[in-house]
């Protein structure tokens, strides 16, 4: 809804994890223009419906998202797991090459807006067409594939703008293994509180600790970990500190879209409030989004996702959503 102004009216609306409310929503060049009773717009009554912030899913490679899971795991790492299923000269890489990125980019899109998300962080290069009318948002991001596929993480991460994260996958293993050791990182300059280490599953209690002592902050993708290498963080990792927010990873090794995602993560066990955290206000502050983001507040964005009403809390109804 990029023009014209328009009422959002009946609905209850989620202004957190356990607190919601039943006000008209206003809505305008695709902001939030007000919170208050509002009478002059085009009105769309959405009675019986609960209105969460869009959701964002916080790693994803979106030219992926028309691929099937590829591999037999567990693996005892992702390198393995990539070494075994990069043929590229037969199906479906080979096919799937095929097709322009820009269309494997918008079903990713797609893929993700059916899971209730209208922000992803992409961990690949930055397409223009991410610019042109692309249904998602897509922020900018620094990042490096990993320390095994990247010459040099401290120039990449000093290329990176101060506003903005820098994002590597790291420790993506079963198990700790002396290259995954968290001071290489810092020894590179690159360990500070805009770094956002995805996956994490072999970090250390020591790696956990220094990571929580720079303030850097973890993705966690259980469906990717548990498909490629049959593990995932564990309590010490979700109790460490950090923060926490929640990616599906690609579709070839990942959940079908967030709301699964969230399930999965559920059963860690973690509570339905973190979770709701994990994909809307931790996200945003872990991808240092703009003010507003990840939640519903007078001038922030419009991204809104709207859903049946049963009378939980916002946390308690996006664990019981279904795409
Ligand atoms: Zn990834």
């Known amino acids: 809804m990029k023009t014209g102004r328009w009422i959002l009216g009946g609905a209850r609306v989620a202004l957190g994890a356990a607190e919601s409310a039943r006000f008209d929503l206003a809505v305008e060049a695709g902001r939030i223009a007000s919170l208050e009773t509002a009478r002059d717009g085009a009105r769309l009554d959405l009675g019986g419906s609960l ?29 393995s797991w990539a070494r075994a299923i990069y043929r590229p000269a037969e199906p479906p890489i080979s096919e799937q090459r095929r097709i322009p990125i820009s269309t494997r980019l918008r079903w990713g899109a797609v893929r993700n807006l059916l899971g209730g998300c209208t922000t992803v962080a992409h961990h690949d290069p930055y397409r223009r067409t991410f610019t042109r009318d692309f ?17 040099s993480v401290g120039r990449e991460y000093r290329r990176t703008p101060r506003r903005r994260p820098f994002v590597i ?28 280490l995805v996956h994490g599953v ?7 600790a220094l990571a929580a002592a720079r303030r850097a902050s973890l993705v966690w993708c259980p469906s990717s970990n548990h498909f490629i290498l049959g593990a995932s963080l564990g309590r010490a990792a979700l109790s460490s500190g950090l923060r926490i927010a929640l990616g599906t990873d690609s579709a070839l090794s990942g959940a079908a879209d967030l709301l699964e995602e969230i399930r999965t993560a559920a059963r860690a066990p973690v509570s339905p ?32 996702v709207v859903v049946p009403d049963r009378g939980g809390t916002p946390a308690e109804e996006l664990l019981e959503l279904d795409a």
């Open 51 to 79: 209105i969460l912030p869009g959701l964002i899913n916080a790693h994803d490679h979106l030219q992926y998202s028309l691929y099937p899971r590829l591999g037999r795991g567990p693996y005892p790492d992702a390198e």
């Open 135 to 151: 249904p998602l948002r897509v922020p900018k991001l620094g990042w490096a594939h990993s320390l095994e596929f990247t010459d």
């Open 169 to 196: 996958h790291f420790a993506e293993a079963a198990a700790p293994r002396e290259s995954d050791r968290l001071e290489r990182l810092a020894r590179e300059g690159a360990l500070s509180d805009r770094t956002v």
């Open 202 to 208: 072999a970090l250390t209690a020591e790696d956990l």
């Open 273 to 304: 409030e973190r979770l709701y955290a994990m994909v809307t206000r931790d996200a945003a502050a872990i991808l240092r989004l703009p003010k507003g983001a990840g939640s519903i507040v007078q001038g922030g964005p419009a991204d809104l």
